[in-house]
């Protein structure tokens, strides 16, 4: 039979079991490091700086690339885009740990069209339904870019994208341009660092139109 001082003394003893389980169980697992950015795509012939970080610091890391024809990176953990293709481990070993690791996967782009200069104008046209893809890179802490199309004769529309060439269908382009005829302009504001494609797409037979794409600063 329990004594009343036996029942006290388990009362009393329940919670600071139940305490000490959960001290236990809810102790979350920090990781060593961590690499930044994790998932990313990037264009061939371009360059990507990874971070190894420990609560925002920095920390001692070797870098190593598990397919260097299509990715490197060098010790201070900046990856080169060799060729298209991926995704590409790009794998940091903590010095102080080498059982301690972190990764980043990269997938590499192929560039595609035509590239074009900055601020420099090309003549443009052709027959109804012929298309013209155009590239420029932007480079990082651009405030704004801007393309633009106007003269000659005929109708001619602009769509714009990052990364990958748009379609004319204007769903899913970040910008588009078609109105009637050739005066024609796609801008914007602080745009992400990489490159961006031009869709020219003749709506009706078009010939001498100049085509032009700048960004500041």
């Known amino acids: 039979m329990m004594t009343r001082y036996s ?23 920090q990781p060593a490091f961590e690499v930044s950015p994790q998932f990313v795509g990037i264009d061939e012939g371009t360059t990507l700086q990874l971070t190894a970080t420990n609560g925002g610091n920095p920390v001692d890391v070797d870098w190593k690339s598990d397919n260097t024809a299509i990715a490197t990176v060098n010790s201070s953990g900046l ?11 790009i794998i940091a070993t903590l010095k102080s ?16 069209g035509v590239s074009i200069a900055k601020n420099t104008a ?7 339904g012929d298309q013209l893809l155009y590239r420029i890179f932007v480079p990082a802490g651009t405030t704004q870019l801007t393309a633009t199309l106007s003269g000659g004769s005929g109708d001619i529309d602009i769509f714009v ?20 005829g050739n005066g024609e302009s796609c801008t914007i504001a602080n745009p992400q660092s990489g490159t961006w494609y031009f869709l020219i797409d003749v709506f009706d037979k078009a010939a ?8 500041t600063p």
Not at 9 to 29: E, K, M, R, S
Not at 208 to 215: D, I, P
């Open 7 to 29: 029942k006290v003394f388990t009362l009393l003893a329940l919670p600071a079991f139940f305490a000490g389980c959960n001290d236990y169980n809810f102790t979350p697992q």
């Open 79 to 89: 990856v080169t885009a060799v060729a298209p293709g991926g995704p590409v481990g």
């Open 97 to 112: 740990d080498p059982t301690k690791t972190g990764a980043s996967s990269i997938t590499i782009n192929k560039l595609q």
């Open 122 to 128: 090309v003549t443009v046209g052709g027959e109804t």
């Open 161 to 180: 994208r990052r990364g990958t060439p748009p379609t004319n269908s204007g769903t899913q382009d970040t910008c588009h341009s078609w109105n009637a």
């Open 208 to 215: 001498g139109a100049s085509f032009k794409v700048n960004y």
